[in-house]
């Protein structure tokens, strides 16, 4: 079991429910073939096109950065061989629609009156 995220909620609970998730989620590892700048662009426009087509498809995503910027971990998901880095870790599952709540739109927009 673990615990619901509560974001969208317009006041968060105190005690949060839980849920059974998936035992073995799918964890994706977005690569490309090199490690420059261009390479990162590169990693960031497929990385929107998985999480878009996720949304289509009403999947959950979470991407994960914080385990590459451990040397180790990102030289096990490499393939140096084939000058394969790894930019990104996504997980995909199911769960429930979220979204964060909105500001009225008065309370963002200036006008010139």
């Given at each position: 079991m673990k615990?619901?995220?509560?974001?969208?909620l317009a006041t968060p609970r105190r005690v949060r429910s839980t849920e059974r998730f998936e035992p073995f989620p799918t964890i994706l590892v977005l690569t490309t073939r090199g490690g420059?700048?261009?390479?990162?662009v590169a990693a960031g426009q497929a990385l929107q096109r998985v999480l878009l087509l996720?949304?289509?498809?009403?999947l959950a995503t979470t991407p994960i950065s914080q385990p590459l910027e451990i040397p180790a971990?990102?030289?096990m998901l490499a393939?140096?061989?084939r000058g394969v880095?790894?930019?990104m870790i996504i997980r995909v599952g199911c769960g429930p629609?979220?979204?964060?709540?909105?500001?009225p739109l008065a309370e963002v927009l200036v006008t010139d009156d």
């Open positions: 615990p619901l995220r509560d974001v969208g420059t700048e261009r390479h990162w996720a949304t289509v498809h009403h971990i990102r030289r393939n140096p061989e880095e790894a930019q629609p979220a979204a964060a709540p909105r500001r």
